[in-house]
Structures are given as C-alpha cells and as structure tokens.
C-alpha cells in the first residue's frame, strides 16, 4: 500500500510539474499571438480595438455570473483572439465598405475555423477556449456558422460571446453603418433572445448591462445561476 501511495503522489507531482510547464509555455507565446491580433486589426482602423471592447465585455459579464476566477481569465483571453483567425482574410472583403456577396460572405466565415485551429495547433488554451472561438458565430435557432449549431449545443462561452460581439458591433461605428446607443444595443439583444441569443442569458445581460462600461464600471452584486436569475441574499 506504502509503495501505491507514493507512486500516486509521485504521479500528481508530475502532473503539477507538466501544468507548470504548459503555463508557462503559454504565458511566452500568447502576448506573441495578441501582437498578432492587434496587427490584423490594424489592417481596419475602423474596428480597430474591437477584440479589446469584446473581452471587456465578456468579462465583466461573466463576472457579475460568478464564473470562477480561472474560467474568467480563459473568456478574457478568448475575448481577445476570438478573431484571431481574420489574419488570412483578404483586404478586399475584410476593408469592403458595402454589403458582401454570397462569395465574399463564405470567406468572412471561415475566420472562426482558423482561429481556433491556430489556438489548437499551438496548444494555447484548451479545447474549451477552441470551441468557444469556433462557435462564436453560431445563433441560438440554428442559423448560424460554421455548423449550424442550435440552442445549448453551443457552447456556453460561444453564447456569451455571441450576444458581446453583437453588442460592440452595435455600439461601435462601422462602415455601413453609424452606431447605436448603449441602451438600444441592449434592447436589441434581449428582443433577440430565442432567435439569435441564448433567452436564459439575455435578461442578465440586460441586468448586467444597466449603464454603459467604463473604465470604472465594476460587477453588480445580483448574478445568475442555472436557469433562473436571482440576486444575492
């Protein structure tokens, strides 16, 4: 039994010890890839700082959901590279100032794929972090892309991800179009619920979301839980 023991906890300094090294293989190369990512958007000085606004989003969202401090951190860094993969995008669709057509729209698509396949063929985050870039396009009644996932088939960080892209991208000014106020991109999220956004996640959005983010915007006391929003106490 003595022998068993120790094999056991030789084992889990092993695996201590290669979680160690996995961390800080990742710490070295993913301020690399953000380099890389705030040079593709600086190709599209109109969106430039979108991935910034989205992982602030995300974050203090998820926050005020009291997700654990680890898989807060992981949505900030999905945040940041969840489009990561419009690096091989050409100027020609990602700089069009009006409407794609069909052709241009399938190539716009395959960002989400290469994005996370650049997170996976670098061993970055995990497949959790992979998925949630993968899926961030999918919508709630199946519309979506690349797979046409529906309702909670998607992942949960694909979800959230969805409704805080929306969110800058109605919120931010885009070629084709001026933006619009905070309190009508929330609006405009929660009336999507169903459709486009998870209808479980769109209240507490709303909730979350009562003022604009700012720099001194900071988590609100109620949070959700399972299926039901509640308040604390």
Known sequence: MRGIFQGAQEMQAELEEYKYRVG???DAVIPAILALS????????VNYGHSRRVARVVVHFVTFLEWPADQIKLMNWVGLLHDLGKIIIPDSVLLKQGKFTEEEFETMKLHSATGARILNRLSLL???AEDWTLYHHEKWDGSGYPDGL????????????????AYDAMTATRRYREKIPHWMAVDEIVNCGGRQFDPELVSPFAEAFKLPLDEETV???????????RKNG
């Open 38 to 45: 705030h040079l593709m958007e600086g190709r599209d000085a």
């Open 219 to 229: 988590p609100q006391e109620p949070h959700f839980s399972g299926t039901k929003f």
């Open 24 to 26: 800080m293989a990742r």
């Open 126 to 128: 995990g497949i959790e």
């Open 150 to 165: 529906k309702a909670k088939d998607i992942p949960i960080g694909g979800r959230i991800l969805a409704m805080a892209d």
